[in-house]
């Protein structure tokens, strides 16, 4: 039966990878790093609910057995289809929103880090859908930053999903999206969060340059 | 079809002596860029080549399902680069899930009368008229215009390759696919034949600003020899030698043209390429450019005259 279901799993996951390809014609950039085994933290703009399936979609498969990403669990766990999706499917770290509920809500991040996965992390913590590129980050990538020293974070700047998958509509359209990936950033001795997160934001800014 | 075979045959002679050329110029010159540049267009170029033979071997609905996939992918390359907003999201709908299917399926159906104005006339209306729903006046006429222009290019000059399936020619009953090999071999061999005349004696560039790689000499020497082989070619066609070198001469012009106008347009977006899905040339317009300008072109050449 567990067979079944991580067989079964494992074709949905395939499914949707393609579907995600084929849709948006994923083209990833690896501008900054190649793609490797190393323990890392792909952080990417949010526009979407797309993002995170394509970012898993555009790495290599063997990644992204590894590669878990980082979503809120008041979206992902109200009905029984997306629970399945985020958990069975893609393995999701699940984290309650906001301060609600007692403990740190980064506990299961930071365990999956320690267990030795990768992660996918929006640290502008929802989407954005104002003009301006990017929210003001949370300071949430700091701590996992500070909790990991040898963690690897990647800027990944994702381009044109919130055109190719709209807000509120059901039909994509056949866009063309493409992900740049940078280079690892690792917290230094001594760097204060407000001048960490800054360089986050502005390495993830950089990415979203096309003459890069 | 001995026709047919002969003119695979040939092309696949012409295939291997350019892939010979193109390992001899690597292995004499070792890494350079333009001859790496070079055999990925040829590599490329047996891809293209044996995806049109196998569209052939299928007629009709393998040439037409060959162009809709291609107007699928050069109308996703240009509406990406085309800053559309919220609001023309149903015009984008209608433009990918019902303008591209309708139009392909129209010449399945051999409707001419509607296949010639669903996108110049009914979608031009619709557009506009879809993207005003959306309440978003920013840019409004700009948006319009510029996915009209992409559904015309894209969707509606593409399809009138096969379209010339549906030509009914007295004396030339069922060698229509000829028509459309004669086509795209002509403009495409001059394309090639532009780009090797310029890089061997290209001196006097022929439009710098717009754009900087063509050359007279590519221009003059690829169209010539181009229009040469057209009317060399005129025994797979309906035309007498010397039409089929007027109307070489005239596809080849409008091909060169064309890609010069779609130059100009990817200059005025700040882009070298319209994507990267064919290795060596970048995207799929940059590679139908030509044929975008002379198809439509030569279709209704060919309706007026011979039809």
Known sequence: MNMLIGWLTGLIANCIT??????????????????????????ANHSSHGDFVLLWASLPALLRKRTRPVAGAEYWQNTALKRFISQR???????????????NPLAPVQQALADGD????????????????????????????????DLELIPVWITNLN???????????P???TLRFGAPIKLQDEETKVAFLERLRLALLAMSREDV | MNQTLWLFAGIG?????????GKLLAWRKGNDAVIANLNARINAWWVMVFAIGIAFMFGLYGVILLFFL?????????????????????????????????QYLLIAIHWYGMFSILIPVYLFLLMPILSSLGGDTTHYLERTAKVQWGLMIAVYCVSTVPALMTLNIEG??????????????????????????GKLFGKHKVAPKLSPSKTLEGLIGGVLLATMLGAGLYWITPFTPWQAALIALLVNLLGFAGGLVMSTIKRDQGIKDWGHMIEGHGGMLDRIDSVCFAAPVFFHVVRYWWA
């Open chain 1, 18 to 43: 393609l579907a995600a390809r084929f849709i948006t014609g994923a083209r990833a950039i690896w501008l900054g790093c190649h793609a490797s085994h190393n323990r890392r933290l792909y952080f």
């Open chain 1, 89 to 103: 499917v893609f393995n999701a770290v699940l984290v309650p929103r906001g301060s609600q509920g007692a403990g």
């Open chain 1, 118 to 149: 990768s992660l996918i992390f929006f640290p502008e913590g929802t989407r954005n859908l104002s003009e301006s590129p990017l929210l003001p980050f949370k300071s949430g990538i700091y701590h996992l930053a500070h909790a990991c020293p």
């Open chain 1, 163 to 173: 055109r190719a998958m709209p807000k509120g509509r059901y039909l994509p359209l």
């Open chain 1, 175 to 177: 866009l063309l999206c």
């Open chain 2, 13 to 21: 002679l012409l295939m291997v002596l350019a892939t010979l050329v």
């Open chain 2, 70 to 102: 291609v107007s699928f992918y050069a109308l996703r390359e240009f509406l990406t680069l085309t800053p559309t907003r919220d609001s023309d999201y149903l015009a984008l709908v209608a433009a990918f899930y019902f303008a591209l299917p309708a």
């Open chain 2, 172 to 197: 030339y009953e069922g060698r229509n696919l000829m028509l459309i090999a004669w086509l795209i071999f002509v403009v495409q061999l001059s394309d090639v034949l532009q780009y090797c005349c």
